[in-house]
């Protein structure tokens, strides 16, 4: 298992509990907007050892586990890791690109994560873009599906510019946004999701695409128009700053 950072706890990554963090190394998207470069590009391995020990010694307070990246669905050693917090009695969240459905089955059939997050690229038609790399749609719509039979979830779009064909960089669109929402509804036969949409924050020399460090946050004005129509189709979506 791959950790490249560690967060020893916050209350905000694991809603509802105080939560440990393990960001993996390595993704197999390139996001444009993505901030997690330096786990991206040759991270340090340190092993899982040292934060299972630490988890050991927050034992009386740290009530669940985050395992985000990177994408975290791409470690050989992702089960058994998560069956070690498992044996501390620690909740476990997932966050996700949806790239590997076959893992996200075999943690769901197994109850091994109580909390997935998956990350949905914008509209569907947009993904090589948004994700930066091509050939994952199937999986990214099989995914879905999964994660809405954990036992909590989230979807989630980070409204960022995206490089267009035409060498234009502009922010999502309601229409796009209204697109993806759409999509989430249509692949899972459901709309009672939470379904949250977030702000783009510009990073100097931090985003993988360093073109998009020159944009600003996504404006408010926008995040309420997408708001306002997402709403229709999926009434459980909430802003996130
Ligand atoms: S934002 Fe994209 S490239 Fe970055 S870790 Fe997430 S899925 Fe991978």
Same mark, same amino acid.
């Given at each position: 298992?791959?950790?490249?950072?560690?967060?020893?706890?916050?209350?905000? #990554?694991?809603?509802?509990?105080?939560?440990?963090?393990?960001?993996?190394?390595?993704?197999?998207?390139?996001?444009?907007?993505?901030?997690?470069? &330096?786990?991206?590009?040759?991270?340090?391995?340190?092993?899982?050892?040292?934060?299972?020990?630490?988890?050991?010694?927050?034992?009386?307070?740290?009530?669940?586990?985050?395992?985000?990246?990177?994408?975290?669905?791409?470690?050989?050693?992702?089960?058994?890791?998560?069956?070690?917090?498992? #044996?501390?009695?620690?909740?476990?969240?997932?966050?996700?690109?949806?790239?590997?459905?076959?893992?996200?089955?075999?943690?769901?059939?197994?109850?091994?994560?109580?909390?997935?997050?998956?990350?949905?690229?914008?509209?569907?038609?947009?993904?090589?873009?948004?994700?930066?790399?091509?050939?994952?749609?199937?999986?990214?719509?099989?995914?879905?599906?999964?994660?809405?039979?954990?036992?909590?979830?989230?979807?989630?779009?980070?409204?960022?510019?995206?490089?267009?064909? #035409?060498?234009?960089?502009?922010?999502?669109?309601?229409?796009?946004?209204?697109?993806?929402?759409?999509?989430?509804?249509?692949?899972?036969?459901?709309?009672?999701?939470?379904?949250?949409?977030?702000?783009?924050? &510009?990073?100097?020399?931090?985003?993988?695409?360093?073109?998009?460090?020159?944009?600003?946050?996504? &404006?408010?004005?926008?995040?309420?128009?997408?708001?306002?129509?997402?709403?229709?189709?999926? &009434?459980?979506?909430?802003?996130?700053?």
């Amino acid at each position: 298992m791959k950790i490249g950072a560690t967060l020893g706890f916050n209350l905000i #990554d694991y809603p509802g509990k105080i939560a440990a963090v393990a960001f993996t190394t390595g993704c197999n998207y390139l996001c444009p907007h993505c901030h997690a470069a &330096p786990l991206l590009r040759n991270a340090p391995d340190l092993g899982s050892e040292g934060f299972l020990q630490y988890l050991d010694t927050v034992k009386d307070w740290v009530n669940g586990v985050v395992i985000c990246g990177g994408e975290p669905t791409l470690q050989p050693n992702l089960v058994p890791f998560i069956g070690k917090l498992r #044996d501390r009695d620690l909740c476990v969240k997932l966050d996700t690109n949806g790239s590997n459905p076959k893992v996200l089955e075999r943690l769901l059939g197994e109850g091994l994560v109580d909390y997935v997050a998956m990350d949905v690229k914008g509209p569907r038609f947009l993904w090589p873009a948004t994700a930066g790399v091509e050939g994952h749609e199937e999986a990214m719509a099989e995914s879905m599906k999964l994660v809405a039979k954990f036992p909590e979830y989230e979807f989630r779009t980070t409204v960022a510019p995206v490089p267009r064909g #035409d060498g234009e960089i502009t922010f999502l669109t309601v229409h796009e946004m209204a697109a993806a929402a759409k999509l989430i509804a249509a692949a899972t036969g459901g709309a009672a999701h939470k379904y949250y949409v977030q702000k783009f924050v &510009p990073r100097k020399n931090g985003l993988l695409d360093a073109r998009l460090e020159a944009f600003p946050e996504t &404006p408010v004005t926008l995040l309420q128009e997408i708001h306002k129509e997402v709403l229709k189709y999926l &009434p459980n979506t909430q802003l996130r700053g």
